[in-house]
């Protein structure tokens, strides 16, 4: 009896470190593919992350744009307000002066 058992430990054992060396590579690749998606998601996490920086920049650029103009335009109406103020006085300037030289004009008749 001993020997007949002595082969069906042997088979065992072969079965076992056969067994084992499939849960080995059954195991390795588990842990490939969870490698593979950890970097998968990484890689999506940083293009999502590159994106909204993406995005983000674009929106300040835009609004500094936007506010860029809306000072120009500010300038340009301030510019043309100064420059009525302007023609006012001197339309006034000229008034004074028509009216002192019609003055003198008086006085010395």
């Known amino acids: 009896m001993k020997k007949t058992l002595l082969p069906l430990a042997a088979i065992a ?15 390795a690749q588990a842990a490939d593919a969870i490698a593979a998606d950890a970097n998968a998601t990484m890689s999506e996490a940083a ?6 920086t993406d ?16 000072i120009d335009r500010a ?3 301030a510019d043309a307000a100064a420059n009525r103020a302007g023609d006012r ?13 019609a003055a003198d004009r008086e006085l010395r008749r």
């Open 47 to 52: 293009g999502d992350v590159e994106a909204a």
């Open 89 to 101: 006085i001197e339309e006034g300037a000229d008034r004074v002066g028509n009216a002192a030289q």
């Open 13 to 27: 054992a072969l079965g076992l470190a056969a067994c084992s060396q499939n849960t080995q590579n059954e195991t």
């Open 75 to 77: 300038g340009e109406r």
């Open 55 to 70: 995005g983000a920049l674009s929106s300040a650029e835009n609004a500094a744009d936007r506010a860029g103009a809306a």
